[in-house]
């Protein structure tokens, strides 16, 4: 079965801090699709990446960066240099492209607080 | 221009009415997905449509009706109310071809249903 657990309900940390948000995933899937969404307090649900599982590049966006890594079966999430617009309950998704095709599991959020 | 809309953004009505949430996507996609998610911010998938066909229907009451006029449109319809069904419910869309579930979900901005 699929699942996505994301261990740190709640995280804290001061502007300027970098701060890494963990996600592991289960699958039985070979081919599968992460992502990370981020909902800050307005409510909507912002798209910020998708990773296929044949593609274990890191990838970095300005200050947002993933780690990808299937022995692990983790895909973190890492904010450099942290702001306090980046303050948002962020979610970590799994599709699998065949098992469960068309259900996409979402693990249950880490609220990140970033403090002037 | 929105992308993925959904009418009303907020929705409070008694315990026993009937109610409907609207959602349209302009982006030309195939899939579209509601999502509820609680106060908890769990955020689960409800049902699928691919082309107007519904490919999930993740074990919701069958009080809550979707329908698919068009693939542009995915409307939700709930017969008698339950103080349970307070969330926010997210529309979303995706290029998905074939329902997998695979590409990228674009959300809309959410209906905040009440029940009282």
């Known amino acids: 079965a699929q699942k996505v657990t994301q261990a740190q309900t709640e995280i804290s940390v001061v502007e300027k801090e970098d701060v890494t948000l963990d996600c592991v995933y289960e699958t039985r899937d070979t081919t599968y699709y992460l992502f990370w969404y981020k909902q800050p307090p307005s409510g909507e649900l912002v798209f910020l990446i998708r990773r296929n599982s044949f593609d274990e590049q890191n990838e970095i966006s300005g200050r947002y960066s993933w780690n990808f890594q299937k022995s692990t079966s983790s895909f973190n999430f890492t904010i450099t240099a942290s702001q306090v617009v980046d303050s948002a309950v962020y979610f970590c998704?799994?599709?699998?492209?065949?098992?469960?095709?068309?259900?996409?599991?979402f693990g249950d959020g880490t609220t990140l607080t970033v403090k002037p | 221009d929105t992308a993925v809309s959904q009418t009303p953004k907020y929705l409070v009505t008694q315990m026993g009415n009937d109610k409907s949430i609207k959602c349209e996507q302009n982006l030309g996609h195939d899939t579209m997905y509601w999502y509820k998610q609680d106060s908890k911010k769990f955020l689960k998938i409800m049902f699928s449509y691919n082309n107007k066909e519904l490919i999930i229907n993740e074990t919701v009451p069958n009080r809550f009706s979707p329908k698919s006029p068009d693939k542009a449109h995915l409307n939700l319809h709930i017969n008698s109310l339950e103080l349970g069904d307070s969330a926010v419910y997210f529309c979303a869309s995706s290029q998905d071809q074939g329902g997998l579930g695979t590409d990228t979900q674009y959300f809309g901005p959410g209906t905040r249903l009440t029940v009282l």
């Open positions: 998704a799994l599709s699998e492209a065949y098992t469960n095709a068309g259900k996409s599991t």
